[in-house]
Nanobody, 116 residues
């Protein structure tokens, strides 16, 4: 499975970005996807994921501002990010797995930079 992210960029605080993740290859082996981010000097953290039941789950730091969704095609994932703050600056990566298993597949990431 290959994951490719797009949509990152530089915005001012309060702005919005929409990230996309396209999965290809043997996608029959995955049924859960999510977004992670890692800022310089910090550990990678889970931002949002779509659970086994299709419901979204969010980190407390992004609740009410970020929305995760999947496209009509099973192998597409989005992250709408609104009201961005400098604390959201990070490399954002898409990940995929068989639900209830560990995250097996990772994209290379797309950089999001928010200036104050």
């Amino acid at each position: 499975v290959q994951l490719v992210e797009s949509g990152g960029g530089s915005v001012q605080a309060g702005g919005s970005l929409r990230l996309s993740c396209a999965a290809s290859g043997s996608t029959n082996g995955i049924d859960c996807m999510g977004w992670f981010r890692q800022a310089p000097g910090k550990e990678r953290e889970e931002v949002a994921r779509i659970g086994w039941d299709g419901s979204p789950r969010y980190a407390d730091s992004v609740k009410g501002r970020f929305t995760i969704s999947s496209g009509n095609a099973k192998n597409t994932l989005y992250l709408q990010m609104n009201n961005l703050t400098p604390e959201d600056t990070a490399m954002y990566s898409c990940a995929a797995r068989r639900c209830f298993a560990g995250w097996s597949y990772w994209g290379k990431g797309t950089q999001v930079t928010v200036s104050s």
